[in-house]
C-alpha cells in the first residue's frame, strides 16, 4: 500500500468549507472534487460534477429521479474525513433531510478516482440514499393524527371533531351539464357569491372539485336532494375540529384552516399543503400541542409497478429507510364555562359596536366567559381591547382615599363644576342635585360624582394610583392566565389636569374589559385575583409556552383617543401596553369590605338600582361612562362592572352612551340567566 493523506475539512450548511487543509503533493485536486460533490448534492444539481461510470447529465437526472418525492426539500450536507491513496480517494457524507418536521439522518461513502489530471467521482446509486438501486427512488408518506380538543370547564369539549359536508361541484360528474350554470345555480342554494364561485368553477381544471362552502351536518338546513338536484354538485362528509356554533368564543378559542403559502413557510418543514393550523386565539397560540406530529415514512420502491405486482412483493415493494411515528396532539384544557360563555354571546348579539362580557370566579381566577360581541368584527375586545374605563376605576381612586384614611362615611366635597389649571370637569347630565355639596363618600362613589373624586387628586398622587391599582390585579403579571391579553396600564407619572383626569379613569388610564373583571373580582374575594384560562399550558416539546403577560395590539377604535375626561379635558390616545409589574400593598378583606360595602349602595341609592332584583346573592356594582373622540359632545363607551356571590363580571359597549342605560340591563340580563 503506497502511504495514505488524510485531509480533514467540513461543510457548514450546503457547501464544503474553503479552509481545507491540503496536502500540497500535487493530488490537491482530490480536495476540489469533494467541495464540488457535496456542494451539488446539497443543492441538488451535480451536473457539474465529473463522474466515472455515468455521464453527468444523465446522474443529474438520476437524482432528481430519486428525490421527487422529497421535493421541495434539500438536504444539507457534511463531509467528513477525506482520505487520499494515491490515485483513489474516499469520503463520507453526512446527509440530513427535514422530512415532515422530523430530521431524516444518514452516511454515504464516495469513491474518488484520479483519471489524467482530473479527480472524477465514481458514480454508485447508492451515493444518494443508503443502498439504493438504480431502479429505485424515495417515496414517502405522511400519516396526520386527529387535532386534539380543546376542553372547558369540567373537560367539557368546547372544540372537537364535529362532522361537516363540503359542498362543491365535482367537475367529473358534470357531463354535458354548464358548469357555469350549476355553480351558479348552488351558490344561490348555499348563499355565496355567485359570480365569485363561477369564476372559480370555470377556471378549475376537469377533474376538479370546487368547494364552495362547508356546512355542519348537525342542524343543517340544506339538504342532499337539494345539492343532488344540480348537475356536478355534491357533498362529502367529512369532519373538522369546530366549537358548538360558529361564533362561539372564536375570539378566544381561534380556529382551524388549512395552512396558508405564508404559515407553510414560517413552519419550518412542520406544515405541507394540505395541513391544517390554528389561525388566532388558543388554536395558534398552542397549535404545535393541538397538531400532534406527523406519523413520517421514507422508503425506496421501484417505480410504475401495478398495485397487483405491489402486492406480490414483500412489503408492497418498500423498503424503509426512515420512520417516525405519529404522536397525537395533547388536549388543551380552560376554564370557559359551556353556559356561561353561551349566555354572555347570546346577550351580546344584538349589540351593534363593539362589545365583551367577562365573567370569572374571583376565589380561583377562574376565566368563566370571555365574549367579544359581533360588533367587535373578530377582534378578542373581551380580552385584548384598550379602552379608557371611566367612572369604574373610581374602585382604584376609593381604595387609594381609604388607605389615606378615609371610610365609606368620611365627607367629601362634590360641587356641580371644578376647573383644574383653567379646564372645566363636570358630573355626568341627570346627577341627582341632592348628592351635590358635602356628602359621604359612599354617596359620592355610588352616585359617581366626578367633581368629588377630582377634589380628592391632592390625597391621592399619580404614582399611589398606579399602585393601588396594582393592589387590585391592575397593570399585574397574570402567569396563570395562559393566553394573551391586555391587563391594563395606569401611568406612574402625570400632573395637571392630565392627574385629574386619570381620577375618574380616563387620561392615559387604560383598561381591558378583562382585567375590569380582575378589579371587580379583587373586591369580591377580598385580595388581588389573579385570573386563569389555560388549566394545563405546560405542553410537549414544541409547544408554544403561555404568554399570560402578554399584550395585544389595540383595536381600531381602542386606539382612537381614549379622552381625558368629562368637559373639555384633553385627550389622550394610547395603544402602549402594560409593562407586568409586581402587585404593590395587597388588598386586605377590611378594604375590600368598604369597597363592596360602596358598590353595593350603587344598588341600593345609587344609579343602578334596577339591579336590585337579580336573585341570589346581593350585587355590587359600578357603571362607568368614558368620553373619548373629538366630537362635541363627545361620544363615550359604557361600562358597567359587578360583583354576585363567587362571580365577578364586567359589561363593556364601544360607543354605547352610559354605562347605567347601555351596559347595565345587559349585565342585569346576564347575571339574571346564570341564576
Given at each position: 500500500m503506497g502511504k495514505k493523506h488524510i485531509l480533514t475539512f467540513g461543510l457548514t450548511g450546503l457547501v464544503l468549507a474553503a479552509s481545507l487543509v491540503a496536502c500540497d503533493d500535487g493530488r490537491s485536486g482530490a480536495q476540489d472534487a469533494a467541495n464540488k460533490l457535496a456542494s451539488g448534492l446539497s443543492a441538488l444539481d451535480?451536473?457539474?460534477?465529473?463522474?466515472?461510470?455515468k455521464d453527468s447529465s444523465a446522474?443529474?437526472?438520476r437524482l432528481h429521479e430519486a428525490f421527487k418525492a422529497l421535493e421541495p426539500a434539500k438536504p444539507t450536507v457534511h463531509g467528513g474525513d477525506l482520505t487520499v491513496d494515491k490515485d483513489t480517494a474516499t469520503?463520507?457524507?453526512?446527509?440530513?433531510?427535514?422530512?415532515?418536521?422530523?430530521?431524516?439522518?444518514?452516511?454515504?461513502?464516495?469513491?474518488?478516482?484520479?483519471?489524467?489530471?482530473?479527480?472524477?467521482?465514481?458514480?454508485?446509486?447508492?451515493?444518494?440514499?443508503p443502498g439504493l438501486t438504480d431502479t429505485e427512488v424515495l417515496a414517502t408518506s405522511t400519516q396526520a393524527p386527529q387535532r386534539a380538543d380543546i376542553l372547558g370547564a369540567g373537560d367539557v369539549p368546547l372544540v372537537t371533531s364535529r362532522a361537516v359536508v363540503n359542498v362543491g361541484i365535482d367537475k367529473t360528474t358534470l357531463g354535458g351539464a354548464d358548469p357555469a350554470a350549476s355553480a351558479a345555480k348552488l351558490a344561490a342554494l348555499v348563499g355565496v357569491d355567485p359570480a365569485g364561485y363561477t369564476q372559480q368553477v370555470q377556471a378549475a381544471g376537469p377533474q376538479a372539485f370546487v368547494a364552495a362552502i362547508t356546512l355542519r351536518q348537525d342542524g343543517r338546513t340544506v339538504t342532499d336532494e337539494q345539492i343532488a338536484a344540480i348537475p356536478g354538485a355534491r357533498a362529502i362528509a367529512d369532519a373538522l375540529p369546530l366549537a358548538p356554533t360558529r361564533t362561539f368564543a372564536r375570539a378566544v378559542l381561534g380556529s382551524v384552516a388549512e395552512a396558508s403559502a405564508e404559515q407553510i413557510e414560517k413552519s419550518g418543514g412542520a406544515l405541507k399543503n394540505g395541513d391544517s393550523t390554528g389561525t388566532g386565539g388558543l388554536q395558534q397560540q398552542y397549535d404545535a400541542r393541538l397538531r400532534g406530529t406527523d406519523g413520517v415514512q421514507v422508503f425506496a420502491q421501484v417505480p410504475g409497478l401495478t398495485p397487483e405486482q405491489r402486492q406480490a412483493q414483500p412489503n408492497a415493494g418498500r423498503r424503509m429507510l426512515f420512520q417516525v411515528a405519529m404522536k397525537p396532539g395533547a388536549p388543551l384544557k380552560t376554564t370557559l364555562d359551556p353556559k356561561l360563555q353561551q349566555l354572555?354571546?347570546?346577550?351580546?348579539?344584538?349589540?351593534?359596536?363593539?362589545?365583551?362580557?367577562?365573567?370569572l370566579r374571583p376565589s380561583s381566577g377562574a376565566v368563566l366567559a370571555a365574549a367579544s360581541g359581533p360588533g367587535s368584527n373578530g377582534y378578542d375586545t373581551a380580552m385584548l381591547g384598550q379602552y379608557a374605563p371611566g367612572s369604574i376605576f373610581k374602585i382604584v381612586d376609593s381604595l387609594a382615599l381609604i388607605r389615606g384614611g378615609m371610610t365609606p362615611d368620611s365627607k367629601v366635597d362634590c360641587p356641580a363644576t371644578l376647573e383644574v389649571d383653567g379646564r372645566t370637569f363636570k358630573n355626568a347630565e341627570g346627577y341627582p342635585?341632592?348628592?351635590?355639596g358635602s356628602v359621604a363618600l359612599r354617596d359620592a362613589f355610588a352616585h359617581s360624582c366626578n367633581t368629588a373624586f377630582i377634589n380628592a387628586r391632592d390625597k391621592v398622587s399619580q404614582a399611589q394610583l398606579e399602585s393601588t391599582a396594582a393592589s387590585l390585579g391592575v397593570g399585574v403579571d397574570a402567569p396563570k392566565l395562559g393566553a394573551a391579553a391586555f391587563l391594563g396600564s395606569v401611568p406612574g407619572q402625570a400632573g395637571g389636569t392630565e392627574h385629574a383626569a386619570s381620577m375618574i379613569g380616563q387620561g392615559k388610564v387604560l383598561l381591558s374589559p378583562l382585567v375590569a373583571a380582575v378589579m371587580a373580582g379583587s373586591v369580591a374575594k377580598g385580595a388581588p385575583v389573579s385570573p386563569v384560562l389555560v388549566t394545563n399550558p405546560d405542553a410537549p416539546a414544541g409547544t408554544p409556552g403561555t404568554t399570560a403577560g402578554a399584550t395585544g395590539s389595540a383595536s381600531p377604535a381602542a386606539t382612537a383617543a381614549a379622552s381625558a375626561s368629562a368637559s373639555g379635558s384633553p385627550g389622550a390616545t394610547s395603544s402602549a401596553t402594560a409593562a407586568p409589574t409586581a402587585s404593590g400593598t395587597p388588598l386586605t378583606p377590611a378594604e375590600a369590605?368598604?369597597?363592596?360595602?360602596?358598590?353595593?349602595?350603587?344598588?341600593?341609592?345609587g344609579h343602578a338600582g334596577f339591579l336590585a332584583s337579580v336573585p341570589g346573592a346581593p350585587v355590587g356594582a359600578k357603571t362607568g361612562t368614558a368620553e373619548f373622540g373629538s366630537d362635541n359632545p363627545p361620544k363615550t363607551h359604557a361600562w358597567i362592572v359587578a360583583t354576585h356571590g363567587d362571580l365577578a363580571v364586567a359589561v363593556f359597549v364601544e360607543d354605547g352612551g352610559l354605562g347605567a342605560t347601555t351596559s347595565g340591563p345587559l349585565l342585569k340580563e346576564f347575571l339574571t340567566g346564570a341564576g
Open positions: 451535480v451536473g457539474a460534477v465529473p463522474f466515472q461510470g446522474a443529474n437526472d469520503l463520507p457524507l453526512d446527509i440530513s433531510w427535514t422530512i415532515g418536521g422530523s430530521e431524516w439522518k444518514y452516511t454515504v461513502s464516495a469513491q474518488l478516482k484520479k483519471a489524467g489530471d482530473t479527480w472524477q467521482t465514481v458514480w454508485k446509486p447508492d451515493l444518494l440514499a354572555a354571546e347570546d346577550t351580546l348579539a344584538k349589540v351593534g359596536p363593539a362589545s365583551a362580557i367577562v365573567a342635585a341632592s348628592s351635590l369590605a368598604s369597597l363592596a360595602d360602596m358598590m353595593r349602595a350603587v344598588i341600593t341609592s
